[in-house]
Nanobody
Framework: QVQLVESGGGLVQAGGSLRLSCAAS????????MGWFRQAPGKEREFVAY???????YYADSVKGRFTISRDNAKNTGYLQMNSLKPEDTAVYYC??????????????????WGQGTQVTVSS
């Protein structure tokens, strides 16, 4: 079993930045492919970004150019650097992971493991 713990959420003004972290622990946590999703109030959870074990990255169009996903394999930790934040980025952000190679990384069902979520609020 793998455990994921997010941190780094908070309140920020529009145009500001935050960096989210996702620490993985447990069995087989060292070769995970990791993704970030978010869920705004009253909306479905949506894909944000994905990074493979070898650090190939993919982004939702809505965050491309503003968010950067990265990882530190030695620390079993993934990161989501969020710049130029907008009020519409307000959501609970979830870290997700899978041991498998996946080409459907933008779908929730691609992931075996989920964190508890961290709130990001962007004020206008």
């Amino acid at each position: 079993q793998v455990q994921l713990v997010e941190s780094g959420g908070g309140l920020v003004q529009a145009g500001g930045s935050l960096r989210l972290s996702c620490a993985a622990s447990g069995r087989t946590s060292s070769n995970l492919n990791m993704g970030w999703f978010r869920q705004a109030p009253g909306k479905e959870r949506e894909f944000v970004a994905y990074i493979t074990w070898s650090s190939a990255t993919y982004y939702a169009d809505s965050v491309k150019g503003r968010f950067t996903i990265s990882r530190d394999n030695a620390k079993n930790t993934g990161y989501l650097q969020m710049n130029s934040l907008k009020p519409e980025d307000t959501a609970v952000y979830y870290c997700a992971a899978t041991n498998s190679v996946t080409y459907i990384y933008h779908f929730e069902r691609a992931y075996n493991y989920w964190g508890q979520g961290t709130q990001v609020t962007v004020s206008s």
